[in-house]
């Protein structure tokens, strides 16, 4: 499960490294569509965290930037894909 996750993490860090600065990645859309599952399924975890997190704590800080960050990888494989955004706040 953890490699799974970690899988995921890399993936979209690649695809937001393509947009960012044009670097190429090797995935495909099987590759890519698996990740944005896994990384929209990591999703409520983080929000029950950040939803029982203390105001102004550096774990609220650190949570709202992993969503912001999971967010933002979602919204780039969606890009690369042309797939519509699965995920709406």
Known sequence: MIEKRL?????????LEHVWNRQSHPNGQE?????R????GLIPSIEKAYANSK???????LLER?????ELAI??????CGEYDVFKR
Request: glycine letters at 2%; proline letters at 3%; charged letters at 20%.
């Open 37 to 40: 599952d896994v990384l929209v």
């Open 75 to 80: 919204q780039a494989i969606n890009e690369h």
């Open 7 to 15: 899988h995921a993490m890399k993936i979209g860090l690649a695809v």
């Open 31 to 35: 590759a890519l569509s698996k990740a």
């Open 55 to 61: 105001s102004a704590s550096p774990q609220r800080t």
């Open 66 to 70: 992993r969503l912001k960050s999971l």
